[in-house]
């Protein structure tokens, strides 16, 4: 079975700090993947980035970085200098890769609502 | 614009009444789903097709039906069999294993 935990309902931060979204998943397969996705008000889902089990470098776009560790089994998730148009519910996502088809599709965590504050 | 297209984006049904949700991509996915998502919660998988004519149940199915009888489409029935149906409903396509998934911008069904 699969599985993905956000323990962080809602985070409230000032504008210009940073913030970490922690992302905990579990999964049996050798090989998956991995997404963040944000949902603003409007409530469409925009893809933020994926990984594949085997490439653990972490990753830096703009403001966001991603850390990878499948020691620990997380997907952690950071925004720098944090923005009011940050605002937002994230979600993380698992992806089997078996032969499963069911499983194709993404399992995702219960999100993180993120308040940035002017 | 390739994406996929979700329609009505605001639905109200009756009690006892069935009421089907529209899909459409033209991105040219073989995947298409269905998920739920209740306030505060993560996103619950109903339905998912990976291939014309082939659709497979999710995690909660029950009170749901699908097709899939053209690539494009994968339109979603809340049958009056579904007790609770107020929530959002999204849409998603996929193209191959690993690659992110596309979403609607959403269906919001409210009972009155």
């Known amino acids: 079975a699969q599985k993905v935990t956000q323990a962080q309902t809602e985070i409230s931060v000032v504008e210009k700090e940073d913030v970490t979204l922690d992302c905990v998943y579990e999964?049996?397969?050798?090989?998956?993947?991995l997404f963040w996705y944000k949902q603003p008000p409007s409530g469409e889902l925009v893809f933020l980035i994926r990984r594949n089990s085997f490439d653990e470098q972490n990753e830096i776009s703009g403001r966001y970085s991603w850390n990878f560790q499948k020691s620990t089994s997380s997907f952690n998730f950071t925004i720098t200098a944090s923005q009011v148009v940050d605002s937002a519910v994230y979600f993380c996502a698992l992806q089997g890769a078996r032969g499963d088809t069911g499983r194709r599709a993404l399992t995702f965590g219960s999100g993180t609502r993120l308040q940035v504050q002017p | 614009d390739g994406g996929i297209t979700q329609s009505p984006k605001y639905l109200f049904r009756k009690e006892g009444q069935n009421v089907t949700l529209s899909c459409e991509q033209n991105l040219n996915h073989d995947a298409m789903y269905w998920y739920r998502q209740d306030p505060g919660q993560g996103l619950r998988l109903i339905y998912y097709s990976q291939i014309v004519n082939d659709f497979q149940k999710g995690d909660i199915a029950e009170g749901y039906s699908v097709s899939r009888e053209k690539k494009e489409s994968f339109p979603l029935t809340v049958t009056s069999a579904q007790k609770n149906p107020t929530a959002f409903y999204l849409c998603a396509s996929a193209g191959t294993r690993g690659s992110e998934a596309f979403f609607g911008q959403g269906t919001r069904l409210t009972v009155v």
């Open positions: 999964t049996r397969d050798t090989t998956y993947y």
